[in-house]
């Protein structure tokens, strides 16, 4: 019914900027809270909050990406975006796209995942 489809990952030496992409499909009435999280990989099944944005554009960010990365949405085209610049190793991870969504003809919120995009960053 909703599905979220990341995008922009990639291999990336320190010190470079990656775009990541999150775009919400289906049938969606209204997003509220979108966020990006990450999975590095010696943390097991273990997602870090990285950053948030609420539907009028309040954001959230992790103490580590602080002042390095931005996130930023488009209500318009059900889109959320990470520009990460100044890529460290510890950034390395599966990065998932996170979404509070209100479906069509449901008066609830439900959060949904998508499946994840790999960043990795080489020293």
């Known amino acids: 019914q909703v599905q979220l489809v990341e995008s922009g990952g990639g291999l990336v030496q320190t010190g470079g900027s990656l775009r990541l992409s999150c775009v919400a499909s289906?049938?969606?009435?209204?997003?509220?809270?979108m966020a990006w999280y990450r999975q590095a990989p010696d943390k097991g099944t273990q997602r870090e909050l990285v950053a948030a944005i609420t539907v009028r554009g309040d954001t959230t960010y992790a103490d580590s990406v602080q002042g390095r990365f931005t996130i930023s949405r488009d209500n318009a085209k059900n889109t959320v975006y990470l520009q990460m610049n100044e890529l460290k190793p510890a950034d390395t991870g599966v990065y998932y796209c996170?979404?509070?969504?209100?479906?069509?003809?449901?008066?609830?919120?439900?959060?949904?995942w998508g499946q994840g995009t790999q960043v990795t960053v080489s020293s």
């Open positions: 289906g049938s969606i009435f209204s997003i509220d809270t």
């Open positions: 996170s979404a509070d969504i209100y479906v069509v003809g449901v008066s609830k919120s439900a959060n949904y």
